[in-house]
């Protein structure tokens, strides 16, 4: 259990015209789960190498408890990883595997043995220990290359993409397992992972990453909510939140923007009072599919919600509920309809826009407007 | 209908198997010849035909090959050489190849800045032909005072072999992930422990590739016995062709037979017990996760 910081993480691989990681602030307090998401090539699995020490960082510091470790060796650090590819040794058996570290690191075989055991229980693969990997299946290896992170215990664990070889059923149980394990053993791990999902449901703070720069840090709450630009609200969530490019009008009773539908049928959709700066000015309205409805009795006085006929082009029921896609100022938004009430594709629907939770973005910066 | 169709399957398998057995017997008629003869008596093979098999069996050419042939002008067979092929090629084969590991584990999973470069050069090596380096090769060995010996023959055959087993184990050794070695390096293990615990247990099938081409390489090699040993450093190779040009008399050509066989065999043996894993070692090398 120990507490990280990145400082200023810098690097740039030898030959490489860009940094690959340009300048990452990450503070990771004690026990604390935190996942690093984004795209493939946003430097994430640099990250995770550098702070494990196999790459080495061009600038910035690591810091353990305070401790600078950043020049250290990465068998110093004190820092496990359990890989995508699990990276099991194929020779060994399960139990060679898990007590090789502990075997290099010289310690007595009665208590290389009890280590063993302590963690085939905790995992439940004592069956296993004499078996060799290719002998396991994917989620067997899975729980072995845990195992052997977990028998050196060590003060933060790293975990690159650990699901992504497995099939969906297995994932969502070992998710469950990993996050089970997190709360028992209350250890500080970073996560990598391109899996937006993963990442909503087993951390405590989300950092998401694009291009070597940290994007936004926070709790899932905040990074679903109030996502910090444009790369971030369409990153996180599934089906990803719809963008539509509006201009904020004025009139006697406050702001609003005008959508027009696939047919030219047209609705003012009520907008908050921070965006009276941008009056007359374009912004791009972040709508989630949630947001969009079938009407509901008890919302209708609210002012911020409006209604609206829209001719639905495409529904994908998902079974709790259908996926309609709509055509608002010539964008495909999606919403999110009542499985119970069926919406037939090519049909007109009455919707309903809850503005409550709509998001704003300046189309320049492509940043948040804030409140 | 169908009566047809069988019959056409039938002529093709057939036709296959007639032709494959065919090329087999072309494959395998000079070793017959050679193995046919060197049983038969000089008188037999002076009067019968060449395909017959030996009125009267005798290993009196292999007793003779082996220990009394004369090999310019000593006569005590090829026994000698034999033994001298033995002590050049098992060294030179084993160093060769732990040397062409220790190369492909640097080159795959320890890259340096050049290091692609450096293989590209090594691979180089594969292509220089013996001949160009015959001179240069007698001077050095000269200057190191191994002219003429074991060491000397061991030392060029280990340098010739480093070039095919460094791309042996390089090839290989790529295909292994690198999670791999980064999981050993958090386990602690260092440069060594990585290679002798991780990667060379993982690496029997190459190994065995390296071993039978090495070995078939060194052992047949002439050019280079015949120019850096001498007497009774000599390879079996060298002494072959001595027992063949040394002639008294008639010519006896059970006895050469016989000699040509034994020289053979030993590259034969290594193919037999090892060969599975060569087939098996150049088509495999990924080790899954």
């Known amino acids: 259990?120990?507490?990280?910081?990145?400082?200023?993480?810098?690097?740039?691989?030898?030959?490489?015209?860009?940094?690959?990681?340009?300048?990452?602030?990450?503070?990771?307090?004690?026990?604390?789960?935190?996942?690093l998401v984004g795209p493939s090539g946003c430097g994430k699995?640099?990250?995770?190498?550098?702070?494990?020490?196999?790459?080495?960082?061009?600038?910035?510091?690591?810091?353990?408890?305070?401790?600078?470790?950043?020049?250290?060796?990465?068998?110093?650090?004190?820092i496990?990883?359990?890989?995508?590819?699990?990276?099991?040794?194929?020779?060994?058996?399960?139990?060679?595997?898990?007590?090789?570290?502990?075997?290099?690191?010289?310690?007595?075989?009665?208590?290389?043995?009890?280590?063993?055991?302590?963690?085939?229980?905790?995992?439940?693969?004592?069956?296993?220990?004499?078996?060799?990997?290719?002998?396991l299946s994917g989620g067997q290896q899975q729980r072995v290359a845990m195992g052997r992170a977990l028998a050196r215990r060590p003060k933060v664990y790293l975990f690159d993409e650990p699901l992504s070889n497995l099939d969906?059923?297995?994932?969502?149980?070992?998710?469950?397992?990993?996050?089970?394990?997190?709360?028992?053993?209350?250890?500080?791990?970073?996560?990598?992972?391109?899996?937006?999902?993963?990442?909503?449901?087993?951390?405590?703070?989300?950092?998401?990453?694009?291009?070597?720069?940290?994007?936004?840090?926070?709790?899932?709450?905040?990074?679903?909510?109030?996502?910090?630009?444009?790369?971030?609200?369409?990153?996180?969530?599934?089906?990803?939140?719809?963008?539509?490019?509006?201009?904020?009008?004025?009139?006697?009773?406050g702001l609003s923007v005008m959508v027009e539908g696939g047919d030219g049928r047209t609705l003012a959709l009520p907008v908050p009072e921070y965006l009276e700066n941008w009056a007359g000015r374009r912004v791009v309205l972040g709508?989630?599919?949630?947001?969009?409805?079938?009407?509901?009795?008890?919302?209708?006085?609210?002012?911020?919600?409006?209604?609206?006929?829209?001719?639905?082009?495409?529904?994908?029921?998902?079974?709790?509920?259908?996926?309609?896609?709509?055509?608002?100022n010539d964008t495909d938004v999606q919403c999110r309809l009542d499985a119970e009430h069926p919406v037939e594709w090519g049909a007109e629907a009455e919707l309903m826009f809850d503005m409550r939770k709509v998001v704003f973005f300046d189309p320049e910066s492509e940043k948040r407007i804030r409140p | 209908m169908t009566d047809l169709v069988r019959t056409g399957f039938r002529f093709s398998r057939v036709a296959i198997y007639g032709v494959l057995l065919l090329a087999c017997l072309v494959y395998l008629i000079p070793l017959i010849i050679m193995l046919i003869?060197?049983?038969?008596?000089?008188?037999?093979?002076?009067?019968?035909?060449?395909?017959?098999?030996?009125?009267d069996w005798t290993s009196m050419g292999w007793t003779k090959a082996w220990s009394e042939a004369c090999t310019g002008v000593q006569c005590e067979g090829v026994k000698g050489y034999f033994w001298n092929s033995f002590k050049m090629t098992v060294p030179a084969v084993l160093i060769s190849t732990l040397l062409g590991a220790f190369n492909g584990y640097v080159l795959s999973k320890w890259k340096f800045k050049?290091?692609?470069?450096?293989?590209?050069?090594?691979?180089?090596?594969?292509?220089?032909?013996f001949q160009v380096v015959l001179l240069p090769m007698a001077a050095t060995l000269g200057k190191l005072g191994l002219a003429n010996t074991t060491a000397g023959l061991v030392l060029v055959h280990v340098i010739y072999g480093v070039a095919f087993t460094t791309l042996f184990f390089r090839n290989y050794y790529v295909a292994i992930p690198d999670a791999l070695v980064k999981a050993a390096r958090l386990d602690g293990a260092g440069f060594f422990t990585i290679f002798f615990r991780i990667l060379l247990p993982l690496s029997t099938p190459i190994f065995m590739v390296s071993l039978i081409w090495q070995f078939t390489q060194i052992w047949n090699d002439f050019l280079f016995g015949v120019v850096f040993a001498s007497g009774d450093s000599q390879p079996i190779t060298v002494a072959l062709?001595?027992?063949?040009?040394?002639?008294?008399?008639?010519?006896?050509?059970?006895?050469?037979m016989a000699a040509a066989m034994i020289a053979a065999l030993p590259t034969l043996v290594v193919y037999i017990v090892a060969g599975k894993y060569f087939i098996r070692g150049l088509t495999a090398g990924s080790v899954k996760g």
């Open chain 1, 1 to 35: 259990m120990s507490q990280l910081e990145l400082r200023d993480i810098r690097k740039t691989y030898a030959g490489a015209p860009d940094e690959t990681l340009k300048g990452i602030n990450i503070n990771i307090a004690s026990g604390e789960f935190l996942t």
């Open chain 1, 45 to 78: 699995s640099t990250l995770m190498n550098s702070i494990a020490g196999l790459e080495t960082i061009t600038g910035g510091s690591i810091l353990m408890d305070g401790k600078d470790i950043s020049g250290m060796e990465p068998k110093d650090r004190g």
């Open chain 1, 80 to 135: 496990a990883i359990v890989f995508q590819s699990y990276a099991l040794y194929p020779t060994m058996s399960v139990r060679e595997n898990i007590a090789f570290g502990l075997k290099i690191r010289r310690m007595p075989k009665e208590e290389i043995r009890q280590e063993v055991e302590r963690v085939a229980n905790l995992l439940q693969i004592s069956p296993l220990l004499d078996k060799k990997p290719s002998r």
């Open chain 1, 168 to 253: 969906a059923k297995l994932r969502v149980e070992m998710r469950t397992e990993i996050k089970k394990l997190h709360q028992r053993l209350k250890t500080t791990i970073v996560y990598v992972t391109h899996d937006q999902i993963e990442a909503m449901t087993l951390a405590d703070r989300i950092a998401v990453l694009k291009d070597g720069e940290l994007q936004q840090l926070g709790t899932p709450k905040e990074v679903y909510d109030t996502p910090e630009n444009l790369f971030v609200a369409s990153f996180m969530g599934s089906p990803s939140m719809s963008f539509i490019e509006v201009t904020v009008d004025r009139s006697d009773t």
């Open chain 1, 287 to 328: 709508i989630r599919p949630e947001h969009i409805s079938q009407p509901h009795e008890q919302k209708r006085d609210n002012l911020m919600v409006a209604e609206g006929r829209f001719t639905v082009e495409v529904t994908e029921p998902t079974g709790p509920d259908v996926l309609a896609v709509i055509r608002l």
């Open chain 2, 37 to 55: 003869t060197s049983f038969k008596t000089p008188m037999d093979i002076r009067t019968g035909n060449l395909l017959a098999l030996p009125t």
């Open chain 2, 114 to 129: 050049g290091s692609d470069l450096m293989f590209g050069m090594m691979l180089f090596g594969c292509f220089v032909p």
């Open chain 2, 241 to 256: 062709s001595n027992l063949v040009n040394t002639t008294t008399g008639v010519k006896e050509y059970n006895v050469d």
